[in-house]
């Protein structure tokens, strides 16, 4: 059974970090496209940034680009977010995704259960 699991959300004060985790099991997630979506209270769930399955290139949201890094390692079968300076306005539930076909436009076939953020003082 293909699963992904998020961890290392948590409680964080304004303009700090985090680094949240995306492990496959099941799977080899090397070649497979990568997402990183949010969903905060009352608003609709909305990408935040992508690494391609097949080449090294990553993108990221406005409002999170400069801040948040994406990374894979494939030793691991993991895929990271890291998250610098955090905003309130970052307060969401965190979710992972895989494409099989490795693209970032792709329709992602396996998603995480979340993973809570919270920026807060």
């Known amino acids: 059974q293909a699963q992904l699991v998020e961890s290392g959300g948590g409680l964080v004060q304004p303009g700090g970090s985090l680094r949240l985790s995306c492990a496959a099991s099941g799977f080899t997630l090397r070649y497979y496209a990568v997402g990183w979506f949010r969903q905060a209270p009352g608003k609709e769930r909305e990408g935040v940034s992508c690494?391609?399955?097949?080449?090294?290139?990553?993108e990221y949201s406005n409002s999170v680009k400069g801040r948040f890094t994406v990374s894979r390692d494939n030793v691991k079968n993991t895929v990271y977010l890291e998250m610098n300076n955090l905003k309130s306005e970052d307060t969401a539930v965190y979710y992972c995704?895989?494409?099989?076909?490795?693209?970032?436009?792709?329709?992602?076939?396996?998603w995480g259960q979340g993973t809570q953020v919270t920026v807060s003082s």
């Open positions: 690494i391609n399955g097949h080449d090294p290139r990553t």
């Open positions: 995704a895989a494409d099989r076909a490795g693209s970032c436009t792709g329709t992602y076939d396996y």
